[in-house]
């Protein structure tokens, strides 16, 4: 099971994108768990994920990230702005998994 953790500051536009990109990864027979989680608990979360996420609105924090998630081998990467305010399942989706399998 592939596990995605999209982090952002309040969570609850990043909810709904998670449940359209669950949406995805059903229709396609991938097995997924994907969650939201506050960019404050990365550290807490990062263990347990194959790849992490950050909403545009957090993208500063990319370097932050970056220093938690590369030790342990997650790849970390910023929503496309464009994708993320479209609430583009599809496209996040792909580029979670176009981040695990570089």
């Given at each position: 099971?592939?596990?995605?953790?999209?982090?952002?500051?309040?969570?609850?536009?990043?909810?709904?994108?998670?449940?359209?990109?669950?949406?995805?990864?059903?229709?396609?027979?991938?097995?997924?768990?994907?969650?939201?989680?506050?960019?404050?608990?990365m550290e807490?979360?990062?263990?347990?994920?194959?790849?992490?996420?950050l909403g545009?609105?957090?993208?500063?924090?990319?370097?932050?990230?970056?220093?938690?998630?590369?030790?342990?081998?997650?790849?970390?990467?910023?929503?496309?702005?464009?994708?993320?305010?479209?609430?583009?399942?599809?496209?996040?989706?792909?580029?979670?998994?176009?981040?695990?399998?570089?």
């Amino acid at each position: 099971m592939m596990k995605i953790g999209l982090f952002c500051a309040a969570g609850m536009s990043t909810s709904m994108l998670v449940e359209k990109m669950k949406a995805v990864a059903a229709e396609r027979g991938i097995d997924a768990e994907i969650a939201a989680y506050p960019e404050s608990e990365m550290e807490t979360y990062v263990d347990h994920l194959d790849v992490a996420l950050l909403g545009p609105q957090v993208k500063y924090l990319l370097s932050k990230g970056k220093q938690i998630c590369e030790p342990k081998g997650v790849p970390i990467d910023v929503i496309n702005t464009v994708d993320y305010g479209m609430m583009n399942g599809t496209k996040v989706l792909d580029h979670a998994l176009k981040l695990v399998n570089k």
